[in-house]
């Protein structure tokens, strides 16, 4: 499901009319994995590796594992060390985060992630294979919580598989969240319609709580994600926290993931120089 939200943020205002369209071609969607570093290697946990020398195979293994960033040592970089590599290919569960703080020097390897601009925000959590994703705890309705969202390049989160409920109620568990929007709401009574564009109808999984959803689509046009696992029928219109999901994207901006690293240490620097003072 993760592979749909590519082309979310062109379609989320058109989509009213999608009710009975369902998503097929998920290829079309992949994301694509973007250089973001050379001479890097991401230490974060792998989710497959292989001995490939095209890095075209390389993204083919990791968009087939749904890894969210991959590590690929090119023909041209084996000369440059004396070590060698066990495995050319490395399909990593996460991605970088803002500052880079599992990242390498390794002149065998280039860093490749599926989010390039922006780099994902400090704060994001991973859920393996899955991706990268934020919570807004300010309460507040749901246009605002989308709003802001939008602004930080993500959009509500997609909830419409077992998954996705199971580990994104884990994850407002973890941050003692009740319960969140997520993306998935009616538009003036019509069936509900994921944040991926497609309808409910289009997939089997459910996970309405008792009583939801209410009959009065029309009012209770939201859906929230309790840290029990259920979804709950709410007017868009009350307040609540939003779960955000990172829409992946690029081009990137070299040197962009490790810029608040820098930053972080020049503050650090210059408050050291003003102790002196
Ligand atoms: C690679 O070369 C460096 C010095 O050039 C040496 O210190 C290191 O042990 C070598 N590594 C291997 C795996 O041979
Ligand atoms: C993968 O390929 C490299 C380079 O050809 C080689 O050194 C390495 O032993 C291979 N690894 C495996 C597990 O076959
Ligand atoms: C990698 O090496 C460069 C230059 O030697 C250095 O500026 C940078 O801080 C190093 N990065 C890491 C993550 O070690
Ligand atoms: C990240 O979260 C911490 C703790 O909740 C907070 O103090 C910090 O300001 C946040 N960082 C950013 C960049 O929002
Ligand atoms: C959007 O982001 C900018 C800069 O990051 C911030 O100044 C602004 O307040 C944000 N707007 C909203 C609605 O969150
Ligand atoms: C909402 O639906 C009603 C009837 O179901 C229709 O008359 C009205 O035009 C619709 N409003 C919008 C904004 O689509
Ligand atoms: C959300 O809150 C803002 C600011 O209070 C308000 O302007 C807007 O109409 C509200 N939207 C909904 C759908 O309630
Ligand atoms: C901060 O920068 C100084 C030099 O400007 C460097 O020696 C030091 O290792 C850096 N610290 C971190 C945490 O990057």
Redesign the pocket.
């Known amino acids: 499901m993760w592979l749909f939200l590519l082309a979310v943020l062109s379609t989320t205002h058109t989509i009213?009319t999608a009710e009975s369209k369902c998503s097929v071609d998920t290829q079309a969607r992949s994301p694509k994995y973007h250089l973001i570093e050379k001479c890097y290697r991401s230490k974060l946990g792998m989710v497959s590796k292989a001995n490939y020398t095209s890095l075209t195979s390389c993204q083919r293994l990791g968009i087939e594992k749904k890894g969210l960033a991959i590590n690929f040592s090119p023909r041209e970089a084996w000369g440059e060390s004396n070590e060698t590599v066990d495995y050319t290919c490395e399909v990593l569960k996460c991605a970088e985060s803002d500052g880079g703080l599992s990242m390498v020097n390794d002149s065998r390897y280039d860093y490749y992630s599926i989010y390039a601009k922006p780099v994902p925000h400090v704060n994001s959590s991973c859920v393996p294979a899955l991706g990268m994703f934020f919570i807004i705890t300010k309460k507040q309705n749901y246009t605002l919580g989308l709003r802001e969202c939008k602004n930080l390049s993500s959009l509500p989160a997609d909830v419409t598989s077992e998954q996705r409920t199971d580990a994104l109620a884990q994850l407002l568990l973890g941050n003692s969240i009740e319960m969140a929007f997520v993306g998935m709401r009616s538009?003036?009574?019509s069936a509900f319609i994921s944040i991926t564009g497609d309808a409910l109808d289009c997939t089997t999984y459910r996970a309405w709580a008792p009583g939801s959803p209410r009959r009065a689509r029309?009012k209770f046009d939201c859906v929230l994600l309790t840290r029990t696992r259920m979804w709950v029928s709410m007017p868009c219109k009350k307040n609540y926290p939003m779960l955000c999901e990172l829409v992946p994207g690029g081009p990137y901006k070299r040197g962009s993931l490790f810029a608040s690293r820098k930053k972080a240490n020049e503050t650090m620097t210059e408050n050291k120089n003003d102790d002196e003072k």
């Open positions: 009213v538009k003036n009574g029309k």
